[in-house]
């Protein structure tokens, strides 16, 4: 009898949990350098090589599993999304530090993005956790920040946001090249899953409203991963025109090594040392830090902050309140 083929996980994406002081250095260690190589339109798109990964929470293997569209989800696509009540809008801008630096063109297109989000997504609260409209409103809008240049394509593929109240832990595993298993467990932020669900701690998300200028956004994240899965490689080069995709790909590579070159000599770091885990969550960190610490990224990655301005636009911190 021939062995049964494995079962295929799901691609997945993380955020450890914030930290809770300063950046240190770790200690040196060899760090994979994986190639932030352009590709093609026309090409097969690549898949980095990851670890399988299961997460604990139930909604994440029903979401990566195949469904049958009903009819109310065929009527939903033609359906246009409820505005957001400007009272509602009021109080979400209000709590949210990031959004009332926006200026007006760029508010109103995030309160429509937010509204699409609202309409399109299934936001689910797990373990006990309550979520009121407002702060429904807020995850969505946090969630569509990053999208206020790319747009509402970086909403697709992709149907649910879980929240849990705080940190969840998630097991995986992966056989190293001796062929040992290992199994590990892992404390973790948040998590977005490639054709599946992005997974938030609701502690973490406050915690980031609370001190908005801490280098960390964990909504923003797990978005910079979403954004790029959409070209179907998760490799830090979200879809672009091909011209800018080779200079971002030669620039993120750059950056990327130098990066890990400070980590391997034990040095401080100016950004969150996970960045250098590689070259996808070295993106994924420096959104977040475009968004919440930009000066600090200007100063220590110009050529970095540059794409990220363009890509993301002004970050809502080099922008005073209005």
């Known amino acids: 009898m021939s062995p049964a083929a494995p079962i295929p996980v799901p691609q997945t994406t993380t955020r450890p949990i914030r930290p809770t002081s300063p950046p240190q250095p770790s200690a040196p260690q060899r760090l994979p350098r ?18 399988a990964g299961t997460a604990s929470c139930p909604a994440c293997t029903a979401e990566s ?14 359906a246009r999304p409820d505005p957001i009540d400007t009272a509602q809008w009021r109080r979400v801008r209000a709590s949210l530090p990031w959004i009332e ?37 807020m995850l969505a809008a946090l969630c569509c920040l990053p999208l206020l240049e790319f747009g509402a394509e970086g909403l697709h593929g992709w149907s649910q946001l879980i929240v849990y109240p705080d940190a969840f832990r998630v097991q995986r595993d992966h056989v190293d090249a001796a ?4 199994i590990e467990d892992d404390e973790l932020s948040g998590e977005a899953w490639d054709a599946g669900p992005l997974i938030l701690s609701w502690a973490d998300v406050c915690a980031d ?63 969150d040392p996970y ?42 911190f080099d922008r005073a309140v209005v």
């Open 65 to 78: 599993a195949p469904r049958v569209p009903h009819l109310r989800w065929l009527l939903g696509l033609f």
């Open 209 to 271: 409203i609370d001190d908005p200028e801490s280098g960390c956004c964990v909504a923003v994240h797990e978005m910079a991963h979403k954004l790029d899965m959409l070209d179907g490689a998760i490799d830090g080069t979200p879809p672009l025109p091909r011209d800018w995709q080779r200079a971002w790909a030669r620039d993120f590579q750059s950056a990327y090594d130098a990066f890990v070159t400070q980590m391997e000599a034990g040095l401080e770091t100016a950004i």
């Open 34 to 51: 994986p190639r932030c190589v352009p590709q093609c339109a026309a090409t097969t798109p690549r898949r980095d090589a990851r670890r």
């Open 179 to 182: 062929g040992v298993l290992h």
């Open 275 to 316: 960045a250098a885990e590689a070259t996808d969550e070295f993106f994924a960190v420096c959104s977040e830090y475009h968004f919440s610490a930009p000066q600090l990224l200007r100063e220590h990655m110009p050529a970095i902050a540059a794409h990220l301005q363009r890509f993301y636009g002004e970050s809502p």
């Open 101 to 137: 630096r926006l200026d007006p063109d760029r508010d109103d297109r995030l309160r429509a993005l937010t509204a699409g989000f609202l309409h399109g997504k299934t936001i689910t609260p797990v373990d006990g956790l309550v979520l009121d409209p407002d702060q429904r409103c």
